[in-house]
């Protein structure tokens, strides 16, 4: 699509609604990029810590909102939602795009309230409800269902990173209502291939934040199995504990791992180019609730191999055998097998990071992701 904005929806107001100003500019800048390249006016409203800038570079402007993310509570995101039904309000909204469950909640409240029929709902992922597999689980993912479709409006459209969200809503993912997106997009021009380090060990990463539900657990665990076996591998883990999450791993026991012999956690880094300079294999065995992770994507963008589970989002990306290996969910012992295979074979590992690079290159790149919602954009604003 062209990028020279469309004089029918230039002007036109669009404003984000997402919890965190760390998450939108980790994500979803190229959204607003393509937005500004359709001639929208773009505002973001957020929770404002230390990224206003980065997405202000984008056009939009930043209007913030003090609210925790962390928290269902009625009271609380009742509240909320009063004040962003005020700011939607007063900024006269054509549409809003609402990232992530709770904002979509909260969001598509303030829509209603404000009156605002165009809305963009993006489910970016389950979160720890996917991830739980319990009656509990199965409750929380219906009672999500009728909430989210509840706050839909004749103009509303969804967006999902993989097939298998829009089922869980009920939703066709061919459907005219539903739109997939190859998740954040990636610039394939930041980040290339380059020569893989010398082998042995096979040198493995897992790029996250340090939560439970990424399954930071099963790759120490399945290093730990396999290094005993008489393999020569080694771990490196890079990401932080998200203390707004309550699946945070304690760092006493990152900590503890990191004494261990082979494994090693580096704490969070800003220069994941340079962690896969270093491994040969991205590692991220996600136990579910996954859009489509960044961080498997800027993996193979940088043409490494991709050992990951079976859970949406993950076998989005990865064709096992292909880009990499898909392993059970919560089976260290397979994916320990997984990664032993690829140390007594470093040819695979090379053949299968080219083909996540050619995999990133068809569909997934930035541009890929900004037509496609500029195509949404466009044909919401002149419905």
């Known amino acids: 699509m062209s990028s020279s904005p469309n004089s029918d929806l230039h002007g036109r107001k669009l404003v984000f609604i ?8 980790s994500h979803f800048l190229p959204m607003a990029r393509a937005a500004h390249e359709l001639g929208l006016s773009v505002a973001v409203v957020t929770r404002v810590r230390s990224h206003r800038e980065a997405i202000e570079a984008t056009g939009a402007r930043v209007i913030p909102l003090e609210a925790e993310r962390s928290s269902l509570n009625p009271m609380t995101a009742g509240y909320a939602a009063g ?4 700011i939607l309000k007063a900024e006269n909204a054509d549409m809003v795009h609402c990232i992530a469950l709770r904002s979509i909640l909260v969001g598509g409240f303030a829509a209603t309230m404000a009156g605002i029929s165009r809305r963009v709902f993006a489910l970016t992922g389950s979160g720890l409800l996917g991830a739980r597999a319990d009656l509990t689980g199965r409750l929380a993912r219906r009672a999500v269902r009728l909430l989210v479709r509840g706050l839909e409006t004749r103009q509303t459209r969804y967006l999902f990173e993989n097939t298998d969200d829009p089922r869980s809503l009920g939703l066709d993912p061919a459907g005219p209502n539903v739109t997939i997106v190859g998740g954040a997009g990636i610039d394939p021009t930041m980040l290339q291939p380059s020569r893989l380090p010398p082998h042995p060990p096979l040198k493995v990463a897992v790029v996250a934040r340090m939560l439970w539900s990424k399954g930071v ?7 730990r199995s396999a290094r005993a076996s008489g393999a020569a591998i080694e771990l490196s883990l890079y990401g932080a504990p998200d203390p707004s999450n309550p699946k945070a791993i304690p760092e006493k026991t990152l900590k503890a791992w990191d004494a261990e012999p082979g494994i090693a956690w580096h704490g969070a880094t800003r220069d994941v180019a340079a962690v896969w300079r270093e491994h040969h294999v991205a590692c991220l065995p996600s136990r579910g609730g996954e859009g489509l992770p960044r961080t498997l994507l800027e993996a193979a963008a940088c043409g490494r191999a991709i050992v ?9 990306l990865v064709r096992d055998g292909q880009e990499g290996r898909v392993v059970p969910a919560d089976d260290a012992a397979s994916l320990a097998e997984a990664l032993k295979a690829l140390a007594n074979d470093p040819d695979l590992a090379a053949r299968m990071g080219e083909a996540a690079r050619a995999r990133v290159l068809d ?10 919602i500029k195509r949404l954009y466009a044909s919401m604003l002149t419905s």
């Open 83 to 86: 004040q962003l039904a005020a």
């Open 308 to 316: 990951t589970t079976d859970v949406p989002g993950c076998r989005t």
């Open 18 to 25: 997402v919890t965190e100003d760390w998450f939108f500019a």
């Open 217 to 223: 657990d099963l790759a120490v665990e399945a290093v």
């Open 363 to 372: 569909g997934f790149t930035e541009r890929d992701v900004m037509d496609g």
